[in-house]
């Protein structure tokens, strides 16, 4: 018996029962589709944070309040609010006596509130800074200023605006200098307007408001510590000596004797790359597994099927035993036709997983993000082999179940 044959024969039989057929090929497609499409999505999103991380510089070091493993996030990051970071330590690190190969620096802390101009009146994030933030961000204004070191520490309520904000609360961007918005219950004036700058490390810039550090620490949100502190090094190559330095600071400032006893996370741009990577990796494949538990789905449905087809083709079995089929013959056959419904549905999940995932990456780049559309080749290759294990993994029993007919009983079946 050539191979051709058992696949031409179940080629018919999935014709003979179309709509059975069907329906159970759409629950291994929409499972296929399913895992290429998160897999397309998410190793797409991973790309997009990685670019906007690695367009910060490679030169850069974090500071993060709460302690954490070498390659595992900080607390902060998964929003726990950790008050050991504060304007003293920032000030201490940029002393070029403790951490010389540190250039520059800024402190951030942040807050959301209603944004009010005239009769407009919409909620954004506000970002208190330091002056520096314009050197260590390598941002640019578009319009009027940033403020100064003296402002940062002086309670000014001043402003500088996204170039989103700005286009949501006036006419004209140039037309904002100088005006007086609300942020809360405080009157703010707008001093400047930053240039488009996208995305960047979890946050869209051109939709947050910038004021002086010391304003939104004492007036907004009544705090005296520090989310975040960013530091930019001389070189690249400096990076290791500066994050010891800026270690051994720290542990001064707070006066702490064991390394175990640390209350900071310092991180290098490389070495947070390496954990987004891993962090977002393993949420990727997890959706990924999720998304395969519908192939089990499919798999019973196929199995149903089967049992379904060898129950009407009980006298057929019959036949093809008593002019000399092998039991092993039969149940190649039965095999056959169940991987050939899970590689139809296969084929056709991968093409549709392709198709989505590239009009859900056209629509997000029309939406003016800056999304790569990729399919990993793993990705397909993993789709393929799911789909004919769960052929042979649900088709073996009502194989079995066929080969195991009695000759006699199967030829006397009604």
């Known amino acids: 018996m050539r191979l051709s044959d058992p696949i031409k024969i179940a080629c018919n039989n999935l014709k003979a029962a179309r709509f059975r057929s069907f329906l159970t090929i759409l629950g291994i497609v929409i499972g296929i589709a399913s895992v290429i499409i998160i897999m397309a999505i998410g190793t797409s999103a991973q790309e997009l944070i990685l670019d906007q991380m690695r367009g910060l510089g490679s030169n850069l070091i974090g500071v993060l309040p709460g302690a954490a493993e070498e390659k595992g996030p900080p607390a902060s990051v998964l929003g726990i609010v950790i008050t050991t970071l504060k304007y003293d330590d920032l000030k201490a690190l940029l002393e070029r006596s403790n951490v010389p190969n ?43 200023r940033f403020f100064t070191k003296e402002e940062e520490v002086s309670l000014a309520r001043l402003a500088v605006l996204g170039s989103e904000v700005a286009s949501d609360l006036f006419e004209e961007d140039s037309g ?7 942020i809360g219950e405080q009157s703010f004036e707008v001093i400047g307007i930053f240039e488009e700058r996208g995305s960047a490390a979890f946050s869209n810039q051109d939709t947050a408001v910038f004021m002086p550090l010391f304003t939104a620490q004492k007036i907004m949100l009544g705090v005296d510590y520090l989310n975040f502190i960013r530091l930019k090094v001389d070189s690249e190559g400096n990076i290791n000596r500066a994050k010891a330095d800026v270690i051994a600071t720290l542990r001064q400032q707070h006066d702490i004797k064991k390394p175990e006893d640390d209350d900071f996370s310092v991180r290098d741009q490389r070495t947070g790359l390496e954990v987004i990577t891993k962090v977002t990796g393993a949420i990727k494949y997890f959706l990924a597994a999720i998304a395969a538990i519908s192939l089990m789905v499919g798999g019973v449905g196929i199995m149903n099927t ?27 056959q039965f095999l056959i036709e169940a991987v050939v419904i899970t590689l139809i549905g296969g084929i056709v999940g991968i093409i549709s997983g392709i198709a989505i995932s590239a009009l859900a990456a056209l629509i997000i780049q029309k939406l003016g993000y800056h999304w790569p559309f990729i399919v990993i080749p793993s990705s397909i290759l993993l789709a393929v082999s799911i789909s004919a294990l769960v052929g042979v993994f649900f088709g073996i029993y009502p194989a079995r179940k066929a080969a195991r007919l009695n000759v006699v009983e199967a030829l006397r079946y009604e």
Not at 176 to 182: F, L, N, R, S, V
Not at 313 to 321: A, D, H, S
């Open 102 to 144: 540190v250039t520059d620096g800024a402190g951030y802390i942040s807050g959301n509130d209603t944004v009010q101009y005239g009769e407009i009146d919409k909620n954004y994030t506000y970002r208190g800074t330091t002056a520096s933030y314009i050197d260590v961000e390598n941002a640019k204004i578009a319009a009027g």
């Open 176 to 182: 904002a200098i100088g005006k007086k918005i609300k």
């Open 306 to 332: 089967m049992l379904i087809s060898v129950n009407q083709r009980i006298r057929e079995v019959g036949l093809r035993k008593a002019i000399g089929a092998k039991n092993s013959v039969i149940m190649l």
